[in-house]
């Protein structure tokens, strides 16, 4: 019974194109994200929503658009895609923000490795 | 602007010796340290924190140590078996953020 899934594990795309990774965690949590590991192999934060509010948004182009239907998903639309946005992305999701003195422990979807050709 | 500094992309380790995987932050707010652990084709699962209150935390084969003034902290695996080669990510968070902010990884293999 996966925590955190995300769909699809693979995506290949062409240039331009319009394409979503959906996200869902069945752990109750307030917090999810998404981040980005480029090239670089550094994981970085792109959209943190709480209680389905965005809450941060770095600085990441206007094409990438979150959606959260409702505090069990957190889903990511791109639109016109580049090749740039080649990457690997993950879902996560947490505990509501330093709940009990706790941090912000995070659980990781597998990731969705994106293609853009 | 890398807050979250692991300056050691690999690290090999001999089955049954101690892994050291260091950590270094520029970012004097950050108050909460993480670790996490990933192996390929998955997500990082959570590994072991510290809060800056406290200078160490062990969990297990698992030690993390926090070296505040040296805006530095390792994590110490002791004894090391096979099973724990992975990417290791340092990450950090601040009472402002709450969102953590990542390393680039160490890769640590161990060797039977």
């Known amino acids: 019974d996966t925590a955190v899934s995300q769909t699809p594990k693979y995506l290949v795309t062409q240039m331009g194109n319009d394409k979503s990774i959906k996200c869902e965690q069945n752990l109750g949590h307030d917090t999810m994200y998404w981040y980005k590991q480029d090239s670089k192999k550094f994981l970085k934060i792109m959209f943190s929503?709480?209680?389905?509010?965005?809450?941060i948004n770095e600085t990441v182009p206007n094409r990438f658009s979150p959606k959260s239907p409702d505090k069990a998903h957190l889903n990511l639309h791109i639109n016109s895609l580049e090749l740039g946005d080649s990457a690997v992305y993950f879902c996560a999701s947490s505990p509501a923000l330093r709940d009990r003195g706790r941090g912000t422990e995070a659980f990781f979807g597998q990731g969705t490795r994106l293609t853009v050709v | 602007d890398q807050q979250v500094k692991q300056n050691s992309p690999s690290l090999s380790v001999q089955e049954g010796r101690i892994s050291i995987l260091n950590c270094d932050y520029t970012n004097s707010m950050f108050d909460y340290f993480l670790w996490y652990k990933k192996y390929p084709a998955e997500g990082p699962t959570f590994l072991i924190s510290?809060?800056?209150?406290?200078d160490k935390n062990e969990d297990g084969r698992f030690t993390v140590f926090l070296n505040k003034s040296a805006k530095h902290l390792s994590l110490h695996i002791v004894p090391s078996q096979p099973g724990d080669s992975a990417v290791y990510f340092c990450?950090?968070?601040?009472?402002?953020?709450?969102?953590?902010?990542f390393g680039r990884g160490t890769s640590l293999i161990v060797h039977p």
């Open positions: 510290i809060s800056s209150i406290k």
């Open positions: 990450a950090a968070d601040s009472g402002g953020s709450y969102i953590p902010t």
């Open positions: 929503y709480n209680n389905k509010e965005l809450i």
